[in-house]
């Protein structure tokens, strides 16, 4: 079975955990103790990890990773052996839009080329979210609400559409120029 690695980032750590928790296959460590981020019953974790199962021949390894900036250093780490990555940005948060060009950069730094934005919240705001963000043109932005496994599917369908088309530009090898032969020289 081949496996496709996603990262997914985000700079609100109950999106992240909603998202985790609606696709059911995310993996989310237990507290461990009095001071490992759990405050009033939210948790922040570095990461979490799950496997999605798309059919018999393919899974998506998803990487869950906070946008918090204590954590950048990991964004880099991680995003290196990434195929793709869907950054999550809530659309009435002026503050995570903001960290979330953070977040946007290092993945750029990362060197991942299939970037694909998700939205939660109002999705009629994809194209404002889209100009804070100052996203280069084509980059697909995509409504996300995290506690909704069909949306988040679909987000994550579009991670893969991204890593599709990015593979086919990369791999397209230029075709010669048509060749013509003058009347008389064969």
């Known amino acids: 079975m081949a496996c496709?690695?996603?990262m997914i980032a985000g700079t609100?750590?109950?999106?992240?955990?909603?998202?985790?928790?609606?696709?059911?296959?995310?993996?989310?460590?237990?507290?461990?103790?009095?001071?490992?981020?759990?405050?009033?019953?939210r948790a922040t974790r570095l990461i979490q990890f799950g496997r999605v199962a798309v059919d018999k021949d393919l899974a998506l390894n998803l990487y869950v990773i906070s946008g918090d900036r204590r954590f950048a250093f990991m964004w880099n780490v991680l995003g290196r052996d990434m195929m793709g990555c869907l950054v999550l940005v809530e659309s009435a948060?002026?503050?995570?839009i903001a960290n979330a060009r953070e977040v946007l950069s290092?993945?750029?730094?990362?060197?991942?080329?299939?970037?694909?934005?998700?939205?939660?919240?109002?999705?009629?705001r994809l194209q404002q979210v889209a100009e804070r963000l100052e996203l280069s043109p084509g980059t697909p932005?995509?409504?996300?609400?995290?506690?909704?496994?069909?949306?988040?599917?679909?987000?994550?369908?579009?991670?893969?559409?991204?890593m599709l088309?990015?593979?086919?530009?990369?791999?397209?090898?230029?075709?010669?120029?048509?060749?013509?032969?003058?009347?008389?020289?064969?």
């Open 4 to 6: 496709v690695r996603i």
């Open 12 to 41: 609100s750590a109950e999106q992240l955990t909603q998202l985790g928790r609606s696709m059911g296959d995310i993996l989310i460590a237990p507290s461990t103790g009095p001071d490992d981020g759990v405050t009033l019953g």
């Open 93 to 96: 948060n002026e503050e995570g």
């Open 106 to 124: 290092a993945v750029a730094d990362s060197g991942i080329s299939a970037l694909v934005v998700g939205v939660t919240g109002d999705a009629s």
């Open 141 to 162: 932005i995509v409504p996300c609400e995290c506690r909704d496994r069909g949306s988040v599917k679909q987000a994550l369908c579009a991670v893969l559409r991204e």
């Open 165 to 186: 088309a990015v593979h086919v530009e990369e791999s397209a090898v230029p075709r010669p120029a048509a060749v013509s032969v003058p009347a008389g020289a064969a």
